[in-house]
Nanobody
Framework: VQLVESGGGLVQAGGSLTLSCAAS????????MAWYRQAPGKQRELVAT???????TYADSMKGRFAVSRDNATNTVYLLMNSLKPEDTAVYYC?????????WGKGTLVTVSS
């Protein structure tokens, strides 16, 4: 199983980006899928999760700015990020779980310039 993120890049503060994470090598639908991020010098933190029914949850600091969604037909999870701030600069990682097994993508870098 592989998770591959895409969509990262450089954006100005106030701008938007949409990240995608596509899973390959699976014959099942993930339970939870999620986005985490890790800023330079900081610990990895949860951004948002979405369960197999498409119900999202968000870290408090992302509520209202970020939207997570998924397409079970393609095992793809998305993260729409609006009103980006320089402090959103981080490597964003995709996560997927199936029962007690989980997988991580290698990450995609998002850089927000002021």
């Amino acid at each position: 199983v592989q998770l591959v993120e895409s969509g990262g890049g450089l954006v100005q503060a106030g701008g938007s980006l949409t990240l995608s994470c596509a899973a390959s090598g699976t014959t099942f639908i993930f339970g939870a899928m999620a986005w985490y991020r890790q800023a330079p010098g900081k610990q990895r933190e949860l951004v948002a999760t979405v369960d197999s029914d498409g119900i999202p949850t968000y870290a408090d600091s992302m509520k209202g700015r970020f939207a997570v969604s998924r397409d079970n037909a393609t095992n793809t999870v998305y993260l729409l990020m609006n009103s980006l701030k320089p402090e959103d600069t981080a490597v964003y990682y995709c996560y997927g779980s199936y029962y007690d097994v989980n997988w991580w993508g290698k990450g995609t870098l998002v850089t927000v310039s002021s």
